[in-house]
Structure formats: C-alpha cells, structure tokens
C-alpha cells in the first residue's frame, strides 16, 4: 500500500525552538507539498517541490523553509517557531495525473 | 482571495437522508476537480474526482456533479451514513498547472443516527 509518512504525529515546543517536520514517501512520485490545516481556512500550501533540491512558495510560506535533498524525503522547517504556527500540518506528494496522497499529519503546538 | 469556496462550515443529516455539499470556484482555467474527506486527527483521502468534460461521475453511495457554465460543484451521499462523518473538502487544478490543487475551506458533515 503507498504512504506517505509524517515522522511525529503531535508535537509540543518552544517559542522561538528550531521545529523540523519530516515527511517520506514511497511511490516515487516527482512532487511533494506542504499544507497547514487550520479551522475556518482550510488546506493552505507552504511550499512544494517538483524535483530534487527544487522548491517553490506556495501561498503561506512566511516562518518556512524547506529542504528536499532526497526525492523521498521533504522537510518543513520552522526556523523560530511561534504561537502562531500552532496548527496541524500535512504533507502530500503527487505524480501529477490525479490529486494528492496525504500523510496522517502533525498536529503541531508552539507554547 | 480564495479561488475555491466552500460557504457552509458545516451540515447536518439524518442517517439515510441525501448530503449535498457544495463547492464554488472563481478561476475558468480550473478543469479537473476532486473530492477529499477528512477524519480527525487523519490526512484528507481522496474519495471522487470530475475533469470538465463529464458533468457527473458516480462511486457507489457518492455523486459529483459539476456545472462549468455557474462554476459549481457538489458532491451528493446517498443514502448518509454515520461513518460518512468527517470534514469535505473540494479541490480544483488546471492542467497547465497540474500539479497544484487549490482547496476549499471544507465542510463538517455530521450524519445523525
């Protein structure tokens, strides 16, 4: 079965703490992306990578960067986390011929 | 500003009843359309597509129809189940730029024993 997995599903951390989010998936797919689910706002996309140290912004991508060394691996960074950025994050990939495979998510708390 | 909408939050249904969810959007470009439904503290799966050369396309107890000329699209559970509880969201995209979806803001289903 494919998958697509998020390494934490809850997460608590500091203001201010250096916050990475690791997502892999297995059925080699080109593009990978990074969404925050919050109530009211929906699935809104940070960043997203077609290729291998490739990565575009997408919508949201203030407080974020991102790192795709491998094509499995896609990592979202936050690099001063803060309260604000509390909120459940997903990662998707997607060979481009129909939609998104998700992760389970991580539901993030910044205290 | 959003490109696709979902203007109710959330509905409520007695168990065999129809659930119609609605979703608008803005851009003509979009051609392709997906359904995704969402668990709590579980990723969105897909559950049914529609590309805008069909006006409907039917999965079992599910039916998306879609109307280009009003930019509109709804989705249609018959008969609601308990299980069909969870959080809809539609997604659009374009093939010019296939690979990104826009999401609406999802609608809270709650099917009522």
């Known amino acids: 079965d494919v998958k697509v997995t998020q390494s934490s599903r809850y997460l608590v951390k500091r203001t201010g703490e250096k916050v990475f989010l690791e997502c892999v998936q297995d059925?080699?797919?080109?593009?990978m992306f990074w969404y925050r689910q919050d109530p009211g706002l929906g699935l809104r996309l940070i960043y997203f990578s077609y290729d291998v140290k490739m990565k575009e912004k997408g919508d949201i991508p203030e407080g974020y960067s991102v790192s795709r060394e491998k094509k499995e691996r896609f990592s979202l960074i936050l690099e001063s986390a803060s309260t604000n950025q509390t909120s459940m994050y997903l990662c998707?990939?997607?060979?481009?011929?129909?939609?998104?495979?998700f992760g389970s998510g991580t539901r993030l708390t910044v205290v | 500003d959003q490109q696709v909408k979902q203007n109710s939050p959330s509905l409520s249904v007695q168990e065999g009843r129809i659930s119609i969810l609605n979703c608008d959007y803005t851009?003509?470009?979009?051609?392709?359309f997906l359904w995704y439904k969402k668990y709590p503290a579980e990723g969105p799966t897909f559950l049914i597509s529609?590309?805008?050369?069909?006006d409907k396309n039917e999965d079992g107890r599910f039916t998306v129809f879609l109307n280009k000329s009003a930019k509109h699209l709804s989705l249609h559970i018959v008969p609601s189940q308990p299980g069909d509880s969870a959080v809809y969201f539609c997604?659009?995209?374009?093939?010019?730029?296939?690979?990104?979806?826009?999401f609406g803001s999802g609608t809270k289903l709650n099917v009522k024993p």
């Open positions: 998707a990939s997607s060979d481009g011929q129909e939609g998104y495979t």
């Open positions: 851009n003509s470009m979009f051609d392709y």
């Open positions: 997604a659009a995209s374009s093939l010019y730029n296939f690979n990104k979806f826009y």
């Open positions: 529609i590309s805008s050369i069909k």
């Open positions: 059925m080699d797919h080109e593009n």
